[in-house]
């Protein structure tokens, strides 16, 4: 059972970022499958318009997502934030905020977005935006995946890191703690 106390990243932890799939990802809402307002699937009112890129033979949002679900939140409570970096998203609401025909990458999508793009020591600096970035500066944005540092926020209300770090989501969880 996971821990209540799982900390919203930001969009390689945190922002979600959604890979598209031929089927739909099955995400129920909750724990007991219950749909409401808002949530990933079963709701087919959002539409992402965030235009998609293709590196190798992947396809990925080209930006990240902000589509609210029950706990995701804005960095510092700002709809500028959502409006720049996306949603931070909880884990359980990770696996359940992508629209109907997209899924939260695997930890091998994931490796084989890096692989592609020349492996993981210069992954980061390929995949990130051109400007933006503090941290390590920015990057070169060579795939047009333009990763923003969206920070990271807690389940108690505390922020941080925005303009540092970027974090994104992974369907692939490595123990109870951690995705």
Not at 44 to 50: A, I, K, L, N, R
Not at 65 to 88: H, Q, V
Request: hydrophobic residues 30%; negative net charge.
């Amino acid at each position: 059972m996971k821990k209540r106390k799982i900390l919203l990243f930001a969009a390689l932890l945190a922002l979600l970022q959604c890979a598209e799939l031929d089927f739909v990802y099955d995400n129920p809402c909750d724990e007991t499958g219950t749909n409401y307002q808002g949530c990933g699937e079963g709701d087919d009112s959002y539409v992402y318009s965030g235009g998609t890129v293709r590196i190798g033979n992947q396809t990925w949002m080209a930006k990240n997502l902000d589509r609210a679900t029950k706990n995701s939140k804005c960095y510092e409570n700002s709809p500028d934030s959502c409006a720049k970096y996306g949603r931070l998203y909880t884990w359980t609401d990770a696996r359940k905020a992508c629209p109907s025909g997209w899924h939260l990458p695997s930890g091998a999508e994931w490796t084989q977005l890096t692989d592609f793009v020349g492996g993981a020591s210069t992954a980061g600096r390929k995949l990130k935006s051109t400007s933006g970035w503090n941290y390590n500066g920015n990057g070169t944005d060579e795939y047009g995946f333009s990763a923003l540092p969206g920070g990271n926020g807690s389940s108690g209300g505390n922020f941080s890191s925005a303009g540092n770090y970027g974090y994104w989501w992974s369907a692939t969880e490595d123990n109870a703690n951690i995705a």
